[in-house]
């Protein structure tokens, strides 16, 4: 018996992590498909103190094209490149207002390619369903991404006129809010 031992405890640890594995195998199989979906999306990721980096964000454009597109002088030449490398996201998140029947809290940000192109942006007008009261709403704030904050009970088509030093007409983003 005393043979066996060395290996018992040897074999100690890993059985407990495959029993923990099996017992979370839902939890532990979100967490990686997150990863996954992170990864896949071009987000960075460190894990550690060693601080390993997995699926940097790729570069999708250059700084020349950004430069090829936005002229000197306040002009700008590609009105195609633009409407490519601007990108309205979402978040959105259950929040039950019981006063106001609303259940989700949803953020809405845009974002361009460069930071070139980003300091261009003057202000964003969203426009919302037909269904809210104030249908337009404006956002200067460059900080936060030129962030929106509602509250919806329903999915919805989510425009914004986004509004760049140079051009007269705005660029036109849709994105589709669900949660």
């Known amino acids: ?10 074999l100690i640890w890993p059985v407990f992590i495959g029993v923990m594995l099996l017992f979370f195998r839902s939890a532990v199989a979100d ?11 071009g987000a960075e990721m460190v894990l550690g103190p060693a601080g390993i980096t997995l699926g940097s964000a790729p570069v999708l454009k250059s700084e020349e094209t950004t430069k090829n597109a936005l002229s000197p002088g306040d002009k700008v030449v590609d009105r195609s490149y633009l409407s490519a490398a601007l990108y309205m996201v979402h978040n959105a998140k259950f929040n039950k207002l019981v006063s ?18 980003e300091d261009r942006i003057e ?3 969203y426009h919302l369903h037909r269904s809210y009261h104030r249908r337009i709403r404006e956002s200067r704030d460059k900080e936060n991404a030129f962030q929106l904050t509602l509250y919806a009970w329903g999915q919805f088509n989510l425009k914004a ?17 669900n949660f």
Not at 31 to 41: S, Y
Not at 100 to 111: A, L, N, P, Q
């Open 161 to 177: 006129h986004v509004y760049i030093k140079g051009i007269e007409e705005p660029v036109v983003l849709w994105r589709f809010l």
């Open 31 to 41: 967490v990686l498909l997150a990863i996954k979906r992170r990864i896949e999306a």
């Open 100 to 117: 106001e029947g609303k259940d989700y809290e949803i953020t809405v940000r845009v974002y361009a390619e460069t930071a070139e192109l």
């Open 123 to 125: 202000r964003i007008e």
């Open 1 to 10: 018996m005393k043979d066996w031992i060395p290996f018992l405890q040897a």
